[in-house]
């Protein structure tokens, strides 16, 4: 009956939606770390042409920029996203959600160490925010950019598009503030460009040439035998998960653009004093 609430459906279609997104990022970096590894061994013994070598170490580098800016963005990603869907797996189920009677609240524990151990988020944001503001990020969306998609997904191209150029906004804005400000709004940089490479990632599964059928739920269950394609579910999740991010990239954006320093110019006063025991 609770899965009847529109409320409760919207959040567990958002819990599906990101778990679909940490998985196409996640798979994205390996097949990027991949390459990155065979390039670098074809170097260690190199082609006699000087032009196809010389293009085997430009693709090195590529592969390499792509590779320390997608790993921090993984972990950073994969392991935010277990925490809040574990987090609203508790909220869906309530009571039942919170009590050691059921699986549910020790997936919740288990995941808060994600964010920790290997290096925190903060740590992870610090990594990769330097590959978004060096234009890593802008060179691999424009690759994705130019990939051929399926005209039903041409809006959710633009909306993409227009993402980009806030990001680009965003980041010129940071690298006139300077380092210390790159850091202080690392994190809304990292989700706006983490966004975008996930919507690319999703337009590209719905426009597949893979004919497979998948089942679709009834009263929480796929044993009914309906199914729709496979690419056609694929362009519904790409359509919700771009359409929904887009107003929050918008709004990352203008936060990073306000200028607000008063971390740095008024921390002692804001945070006040430690208080005596």
């Known amino acids: 009956a609770i899965e009847k609430l529109p409320a409760v459906r919207d959040m567990l279609i958002d ?20 390459m990155e590894i065979g390039y670098a ?7 006699q042409d000087k032009a196809e070598a010389r293009q085997i170490k430009n693709e090195s580098r590529k592969y390499k920029r792509y590779a320390g800016m997608l790993t921090p963005m993984s972990k950073y990603y994969c392991s935010e996203m277990c925490n809040s869907v574990t987090y609203d797996s508790i909220q869906v189920l309530g009571g ?12 919740a524990r288990d995941a808060r160490i994600t964010t920790i151990y290997e290096g925190t988020s903060q740590l992870q ?31 959710l191209l633009d909306t993409l598009a227009k993402g980009r150029e806030l990001l680009a906004e965003s980041v010129a804005y940071v690298k006139e503030q300077g380092n210390e400000y790159m850091d202080l709004y690392g994190r809304p940089v990292v989700d706006i460009a983490i966004d975008l490479i ?9 426009s597949t040439k893979v004919k497979m059928e998948v089942p679709v739920a009834e009263n929480g269950s796929g044993d009914n035998g309906k199914t729709i394609p496979m690419k056609q579910r694929k362009a519904m999740i790409a359509r919700r998960y771009i359409t929904k991010n887009a107003p929050k990239i918008a709004a990352l954006a203008e936060l990073i653009r306000t200028g607000d320093k008063s971390t740095f110019t008024e921390y002692e006063a804001l945070i006040g004093p430690v208080p005596a025991e």
């Open 41 to 47: 061994k074809r170097l260690e013994n190199p082609p």
């Open 125 to 155: 944001v610090v990594a990769a925010v330097r590959g978004v503001c060096s234009g890593t990020a802008e060179r691999l969306m424009a690759e994705y950019a130019e990939q051929q998609y399926d005209p039903e997904i041409s809006d």
């Open 198 to 206: 996930n919507g690319y990632l999703f337009c590209s599964q719905a």
């Open 15 to 34: 819990m599906k939606t990101v778990i679909e997104a940490g998985r196409a990022l996640l798979y994205e970096t390996s097949r990027v770390v991949d």
């Open 96 to 107: 039942s959600g919170y009590m050691r009677d059921y699986a549910c609240e020790r997936h």
